[in-house]
């Protein structure tokens, strides 16, 4: 499988060096760069990258927008929200509009390499640990859900894997839990995003928690 393309978007000039410099080093190549959303919105239609890496603060259009365009246009596009906290509600805002992972800006070089590879072939990436105590924290705030599906298309079943994709559980766990091969659960999976219009588990993992398959802990 040939490397991903990939636009670094940060309004910090040392960081999108910094990034272009581990990249290249790791044979990933970086079609382009840009300091602010609008410009992101304008390279990625240009340059056509198979992943952004998008800060969300930004002067002229912040990295939400910018996202959102970006996947309004081209839905196969990977967006990784950069991010220098991790329970940041720009974040779990972001996860539901269809991106697919973040990143802290203090990544370690090799996850950064490794995080661009895994949504370059169409994965999320998610710590699940991270992302639930995200959901939880801001599913139930009294903003708007970011994301509405109707799950009377799912399946008893289905509604189970998705409660538990919900937890943060991978394929493997899923397939332990509910005594089913991987293939089957893969197969579970596929037709929950289907049904759903999910591109991802980030957006399945808010999916859960906004229509209260998976409640929010008390911590």
């Known amino acids: 499988m040939s490397e991903p393309r990939v636009l670094i978007v940060d309004d910090q000039e040392l960081i999108r060096t910094g990034f272009r410099m581990i990249l290249t080093a790791?044979?990933?190549?970086?079609?382009?760069?840009?300091?602010?959303?609008?410009a992101a919105v304008e390279a990625e239609r240009r340059l056509r990258p198979d992943v952004v890496l998008m800060d969300i603060r930004m002067p002229v259009l912040d990295g939400l927008e910018a996202t959102r365009r970006i996947l309004a246009r081209n839905p196969a596009c990977r967006v990784l929200m950069l991010?220098?906290?991790?329970?940041?509600?720009?974040v779990y805002t972001a996860l539901a509009i269809g991106a697919s992972g973040f990143l802290l800006k203090d990544v370690t070089a090799e996850h950064l390499a490794a995080a661009v590879r895994l949504v370059g072939t169409g994965d999320a990436l998610l710590a699940p640990s991270i992302t639930r105590r995200l959901v939880q924290r801001f599913a139930q705030s009294d903003d708007p859900?970011?994301?509405h599906r109707d799950l009377t298309a799912l399946t008893p079943r289905e509604r189970e894997v998705l409660t538990l994709?919900?937890?943060g559980l991978s394929n493997t766990e899923l397939a332990a839990e509910l005594t089913l091969s991987e293939a089957t659960v893969k197969t579970h999976v596929a037709r929950i995003f289907a049904k759903l219009e999910l591109r991802d588990r980030a957006q399945a993992v808010v999916l859960a928690y906004e229509?209260?398959?998976?409640?929010?802990?008390?911590?």
């Open 26 to 38: 790791r044979g990933i190549e970086v079609a382009g760069e840009a300091s602010d959303g609008l």
């Open 83 to 90: 991010t220098t906290f991790d329970l940041d509600k720009y």
């Open 145 to 147: 859900p970011a994301v």
């Open 165 to 167: 994709l919900g937890r």
């Open 211 to 219: 229509t209260g398959l998976v409640a929010p802990s008390a911590h």
